[in-house]
């Protein structure tokens, strides 16, 4: 099907992505790797008079490690995730993660905050940043504030984002030596949605 008719917006900074969230109100959305939206636009079960694509946002596009935490912004892609050596080295569970999301061609759009921001209880990131204890980081008009991921996800498509922030980063303790974890889902088949998902991260604590 085709989706209804649009505003489109393509701003270059956070700042002016968050003046445009303001200014819209609340029938827009945000657009990062569109493998859910737009779909549910074509569905129309989903018909936003505006979309704010952030993808022209470069600030946002990195996986770094700082300050005792792997943090994750808005831009990187599932497959970003699945090639980063300082993933794979140091936050195994986020491979395992990824890799089971749909195939390659939806991997290298869809983004891991979308995923999160969605508030889809089928997707595969929401149990294993549960199992990290991540943090998420909005940014709005009043700034940036930190939500713990136990408190993030509000209801089935729900998150505690406010209708004028930006999810911008995902920040993931680093987990420290003698550490590790695992995901497994049980889907109808390879590539499908979990009907359930699983994490555990396993810290030991003087042997
Ligand atoms: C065929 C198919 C199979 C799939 N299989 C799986 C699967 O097995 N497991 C799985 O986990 N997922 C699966 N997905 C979903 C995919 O991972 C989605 O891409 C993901 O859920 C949303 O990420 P996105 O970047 O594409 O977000 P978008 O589609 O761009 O956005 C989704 C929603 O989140 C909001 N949003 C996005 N980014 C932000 C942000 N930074 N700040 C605030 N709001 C934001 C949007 O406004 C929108 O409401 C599948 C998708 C398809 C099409």
Do not use: W
Request: charged share 20%; aromatic share 4%.
């Amino acid at each position: 099907m085709i989706p209804r008719g649009f505003e489109y917006f393509a701003p270059r900074s956070l700042d002016e992505a968050i003046s445009l969230l303001q200014k819209l109100g609340p029938e827009v959305k945000i657009l990062s790797g569109g493998q859910s939206l737009i779909p549910m636009m074509k569905l129309r079960l989903a018909s936003p008079q505006s979309i704010i694509d952030i993808n022209r946002i470069p600030a946002l596009d990195y996986i770094s490690e700082l300050d005792g935490a792997l943090k994750i912004g808005a831009l990187a892609r599932e497959s970003d995730l699945e090639n980063s050596p300082l993933i794979k080295s140091r936050c195994p569970i986020l491979v395992d993660t990824t890799i089971v999301i749909a195939d390659p061609l939806i991997r290298n759009q869809a983004t891991v905050c979308g995923n999160l921001a969605h508030g889809d209880p089928a997707n595969d990131h929401p149990a294993t940043m549960l199992a990290l204890g991540a943090v998420i980081v909005a940014t709005g008009p009043g700034g940036v504030r930190e939500i713990p991921i136990e408190s993030f996800f509000t209801g089935l498509f729900s998150t505690a984002l406010e209708p004028e922030e930006i999810l911008t980063e995902i920040r993931i303790p680093a987990p420290p030596p003698s550490s590790g974890g695992a995901y497994l889902k049980l889907e109808r088949k390879v590539g499908d949605y979990a009907t359930a998902g699983v994490a555990v991260q396993v810290i030991l604590r003087a042997g």
